[in-house]
């Protein structure tokens, strides 16, 4: 038996409206479900973002608490074709790109931060492949 993908991934941030801002109207996540105040989930291709208000997941009765602190790090991978409209993309939001990586077999991917300061990394199809 083996897992198949990582369906869902979560970070933790300290204010909900920021959060949304940032990743439903500047990178253009799908919001697929929130909770004011607890949490709002973003559609990433056919995996979910979560983002947590993590304090208020103390409260949590019906599931176990989702909570952790610290600047944490995820990637969001795109087509090779589109990775330079995302830098600009970036670069017009008033976003800097931190630094940019050349990858073997000239993949690239550049890093960049969240308004929680979460390190968020755009990266083109093969970087994990053999």
């Not at 208000?53 to 795109?78: I, M, V, W, Y």
């Not at 990858?103 to 300061?117: G, K, T």
């Amino acid at each position: 038996m083996e897992f198949t993908k990582i369906k869902e991934t979560c970070l933790y941030v300290q204010d909900l409206t920021r959060a949304t801002t940032f990743y439903n109207e500047v990178l253009g996540l799908p919001i697929i479900g929130q909770v004011p105040g607890r949490h709002v989930f973003f559609r990433v291709g056919g995996s979910v973002l979560l983002c947590f208000n993590a304090q208020k997941t103390r409260e949590s009765k019906d599931l176990p608490p989702h909570f952790g602190n610290g600047q944490l790090h995820l990637a969001f991978e795109c087509e090779a074709a589109q990775y330079e409209g995302w830098k600009v993309k970036l670069q017009r939001a008033n976003i800097t790109i931190e630094h940019e990586q050349t990858w073997p077999h000239a993949r690239r991917s550049c890093y960049f931060r969240d308004p929680d300061q979460h390190l968020l990394e755009i990266v083109v199809p093969g970087i994990w492949e053999k």
